[in-house]
């Protein structure tokens, strides 16, 4: 039912920008948290970044300060603007969100297919 559909990825020198997408549709009634998590080859998923529906971010320390995350509320759309690109942010990036599909469902985490970013050196 409920959707997570990412575009933006793609192959970036070092020092580059990208701008990933990720944006939710089915049913929904409330969209609490939205975040942003990778995966390199042979390691475990990590936390990118989140963002609450007031705007509350977080970053994990690998990317604060290169990375910003931001959200169309109205959209349940969020967006990963990645800048300064190193070869070690390569991975599967993938795209979450904690909502709610009515006012009487609990909360649930949902995942996009991922979208590759590679970083050349």
């Known amino acids: 039912q409920v959707q997570l559909v990412e575009s933006g990825g793609g192959l970036v020198q070092a020092g580059g920008s990208l701008r990933v997408s990720c944006a939710a549709s089915g049913r929904i009634f409330s969209i609490n948290v939205m975040g942003w998590y990778r995966q390199a080859p042979g390691k475990q998923r990590e936390l990118v970044a989140t963002i609450t529906s007031g705007g509350n971010t977080n970053y994990a320390d690998a990317v604060k300060g290169r990375f910003t995350i931001s959200r169309d509320n109205a959209k349940n759309t969020v967006y990963l603007e990645m800048n300064s690109l190193k070869p070690e942010d390569t991975a599967v990036y993938y795209c979450?969100?904690?909502?709610?599909?009515?006012?009487?469902?609990?909360?649930?985490?949902?995942w996009g297919q991922g979208t590759q970013v590679t970083v050349s050196s």
């Open positions: 979450n969100a904690e909502l709610r599909a009515s006012v009487i469902a609990n909360t649930k985490t949902y």
